[in-house]
T-cell receptor, first 107, second 114 residues
Framework: GIQVEQSPPDLILQEGANSTLRCNFS?????LQWFHQNPWGQLINLFY???GTKQNGRLSATTVATERYSLLYISSSQTTDSGVYFC?????????FGGGTRVLVKP | DGGITQSPKYLFRKEGQNVTLSCEQN?????MYWYRQDPGQGLRLIYY???????QKGDIAEGYSVSREKKESFPLTVTSAQKNPTAFYLC?????????????FGSGTRLTVV
């Protein structure tokens, strides 16, 4: 099956800092999504981004499907950005998740 | 508002018991999924269903069962054969329309064996 790897596994930021999270995947995929899991476990859809670049406020994402990676950018981080960020890719009928990047933003 | 409702939020099971987790969606999505998440880990696929009355095993289906009698509902039963059921369970559905794409997740059920 498709392998999905995320890096770094953990990230500690000072409030206001910028950061980049990476997602590598092993095969061609139908779609790619980035999620934020809050402390209560809820998965919030950030981006549906099989290719190209999208922006939503302080967050943006870029997927280069031909090179099998995606990047999530967090700018001017806030404490509410803390949580786990997951990349998930769909190959066929299955959505496969990476191991996540745990982000802690300190005030 | 459309969405996915999972219940209960917390569930305690005695050893040897079967328990059923509920997942209901009003998004008119055809495909529904069950995932398991262990502490500090990613999500692993248990079962999925593309249409009513049809479902397929995911990566960790042993000890679980599902049914899909209605488009809106996809309940998961954790059977006594599942030796380590304590985990966080998430249900999702998939939209593939022009304005309704990507996966939507419910808020999850935390299952604990006591």
């Amino acid at each position: 099956g498709i392998q999905v790897e995320q890096s770094p596994p953990d990230l500690i930021l000072q409030e206001g800092a910028n950061s980049t999270l990476r997602c590598n995947f092993s095969d061609s995929v139908n779609n790619l999504q980035w999620f934020h899991q809050n402390p209560w476990g809820q998965l919030i859809n950030l981006f549906y981004i099989p290719s190209g670049t999208k922006q939503n406020g302080r967050l943006s994402a870029t997927t280069v499907a031909t090179e099998r990676y995606s990047l999530l950018y967090i700018s001017s981080s806030q404490t509410t950005d803390s949580g786990v960020y997951f990349c998930a890719v769909r190959g066929g009928n299955k959505l496969t998740f990476g191991g996540g990047t745990r982000v802690l933003v300190k005030p | 508002d459309g969405g996915i409702t999972q219940s209960p939020k917390y569930l305690f099971r005695k050893e040897g018991q079967n328990v059923t987790l509920s997942c209901e969606q009003n998004l008119n999505h055809d495909a529904m999924y069950w995932y398991r998440q262990d502490p500090g880990q990613g999500l692993r696929l248990i079962y999925y269903s593309q249409i009513v009355n049809d479902f397929q095993k995911g990566d960790i289906a042993e000890g679980y069962s599902v049914s899909r009698e209605k488009k809106e509902s996809f309940p998961l039963t954790v059977t006594s054969a599942q030796k380590n059921p304590t985990a966080f369970y998430l249900c999702a559905s998939l939209g593939d329309g022009a304005h309704n794409y990507g996966y939507t997740f419910g808020s999850g059920t935390r299952l604990t064996v006591v």
